[in-house]
């Protein structure tokens, strides 16, 4: 049966304003469904995501089921404080608690050892860890203060899909599976957290990259050793995290990634676009600034200048939507070299193409 699902205006951001006692409200009667097994959308700043109290098997079974979700897919467990986590984990190392208190608040999300008989079986997927983050939105982080509660929260769109950054996204994919949701504006990040995993002393292995980059882990914590998994295309039997496994991200048409000298991916494109939109096919084309006018697609998106890829990593997921509006069959996208927040973008874009790369001579 679908749910009638509610959408709860909080303004700039701010629930805990002057004047914002009608916001305040919305927020504890959100609050209020979560605690008693309801399915809430809440931005992040990251993307929006899906909350349910973890504690309970039947909220967390509903993430599942309303979002189309694999159940051995993990999901992310938020909380409010580090206090919060006493209940949840087991005594975990010093290399956690320094990447907590240089980065919580904020899109990092940390694998630890999960305490036993706790969190619902589900939101581990049958691991003995589990991934834990403390978001920076004011908005998320009264939510969950509120609900007085872990919140499991993957992102609030229907499963394999581009996530939301904005309200109506999570409306257009989840309206009557869900009981909710709060809508805060725009996402800021605009990709999801970083995940990282604890190896000896010293070792952070990047499970998936994110809001966080390596190089800003290596920068706060020098003496530590920072991993990053290879990009191979294969995927793991039992992930241990999410976004390692499945098709994430993805837009309705085919998409493909192009890497080459620019000259070369621009005439590659144009001239795959030519044949196409002969049979009768509609294109697309995701493209920095310095050559989106010169793509003969039927939709060029900007993602700004690759001097800027925080920029692009904003607008991804939106510009990926605007192409299912818009009808789009095929897509391609220029590549981004694969430091700082571009490693989390060419992570994305890898996934929503499903591994498709064109490499064309260098």
């Given at each position: 049966?679908?749910?009638?699902?509610?959408?709860?205006?909080v303004?700039?951001?701010?629930?805990?304003?002057?004047?914002?006692?009608?916001?305040?409200?919305?927020?504890?009667?959100?609050?209020?469904?979560?605690?008693q097994?309801?399915?809430?959308?809440?931005?992040?700043?990251?993307?929006?995501?899906?909350?349910?109290?973890?504690?309970?098997?039947?909220?967390?079974?509903g993430?599942?089921?309303?979002?189309?979700?694999?159940?051995?897919?993990?999901?992310?467990?938020?909380?409010?404080?580090?206090?919060?986590?006493?209940?949840?984990?087991?005594?975990?190392?010093?290399l956690?608690?320094?990447?907590?208190?240089?980065?919580?608040?904020?899109?990092?999300?940390?694998?630890?050892?999960?305490?036993?008989?706790?969190?619902?079986?589900?939101?581990?997927?049958?691991?003995?860890?589990?991934?834990?983050?403390?978001?920076?939105?004011?908005?998320?982080?009264?939510?969950?203060?509120?609900?007085?509660?872990?919140?499991?929260?993957?992102?609030?769109?229907?499963?394999?899909?581009?996530?939301?950054?904005?309200?109506?996204?999570?409306?257009?994919?989840?309206?009557?599976?869900?009981?909710?949701?709060?809508?805060?504006?725009?996402a800021?990040?605009?990709?999801?957290?970083?995940?990282?995993?604890?190896?000896?002393?010293?070792?952070?292995?990047?499970?998936?990259?994110?809001?966080v980059?390596?190089?800003?882990?290596?920068?706060?914590?020098?003496d530590?050793?920072?991993?990053?998994?290879?990009?191979?295309?294969?995927?793991?039997?039992?992930?241990?995290?999410?976004?390692?496994?499945?098709?994430?991200?993805?837009?309705?048409?085919?998409?493909?990634?192009?890497?080459?000298?620019p000259?070369?991916?621009?005439?590659?494109?144009?001239?795959?676009?030519?044949?196409?939109?002969?049979?009768?096919?509609?294109?697309?084309?995701?493209?920095?600034?310095?050559?989106?006018?010169?793509?003969d697609?039927?939709?060029?998106?900007?993602?700004?200048?690759?001097?800027?890829?925080?920029?692009?990593?904003?607008?991804?997921?939106?510009?990926?939507?605007?192409?299912?509006?818009?009808?789009?069959?095929?897509?391609?996208?220029?590549?981004?070299p694969?430091?700082?927040?571009?490693?989390?973008?060419?992570?994305?874009?890898?996934?929503?193409?499903?591994?498709?790369?064109?490499?064309?001579?260098?």
């Open positions: 049966m679908a749910l009638n699902t509610k959408v709860w205006i303004q700039d951001n701010q629930p805990a304003a002057a004047g914002a006692n009608e916001a305040d409200e919305s927020l504890r009667e959100a609050a209020d469904s979560v605690r097994g309801g399915l809430v959308a809440f931005p992040t700043e990251t993307v929006y995501g899906l909350g349910a109290n973890a504690l309970m098997t039947e909220a967390v079974e993430i599942f089921q309303a979002k189309g979700r694999p159940s051995d897919n993990p999901l992310i467990v938020h909380v409010a404080s580090e206090t919060d986590l006493e209940e949840l984990v087991l005594p975990y190392p010093p956690a608690a320094r990447l907590m208190e240089r980065f919580w608040p904020g899109p990092l999300t940390i694998v630890l050892p999960v305490r036993p008989n706790v969190l619902s079986p589900l939101v581990t997927a049958g691991l003995p860890t589990v991934g834990v983050r403390m978001p920076r939105h004011p908005v998320a982080l009264q939510l969950i203060k509120l609900a007085g509660c872990p919140v499991a929260a993957p992102s609030a769109n229907r499963s394999g899909r581009p996530s939301p950054t904005l309200a109506s996204h999570v409306l257009e994919d989840l309206a009557g599976r869900i009981d909710g949701i709060i809508d805060g504006g725009a800021g990040v605009g990709l999801e957290s970083t995940v990282v995993e604890l190896e000896g002393e010293r070792g952070i292995r990047i499970l998936r990259p994110g809001g980059t390596a190089e800003a882990i290596r920068l706060a914590l020098p530590a050793e920072v991993i990053s998994e290879p990009e191979t295309g294969a995927a793991p039997e039992q992930p241990r995290s999410p976004g390692m496994k499945y098709t994430h991200y993805a837009p309705k048409g085919e998409l493909a990634i192009v890497q080459g000298k000259e070369a991916v621009v005439s590659y494109v144009n001239e795959q676009a030519k044949l196409l939109k002969a049979d009768g096919a509609a294109t697309g084309v995701l493209s920095f600034s310095e050559r989106a006018s010169r793509y697609a039927d939709l060029v998106l900007d993602l700004g200048s690759e001097s800027k890829l925080e920029d692009a990593a904003h607008r991804l997921y939106s510009a990926l939507r605007r192409f299912d509006e818009a009808g789009i069959d095929r897509i391609w996208s220029e590549a981004c694969a430091e700082g927040i571009g490693g989390a973008l060419m992570n994305r874009l890898v996934k929503a193409s499903g591994g498709t790369i064109v490499e064309l001579d260098k």
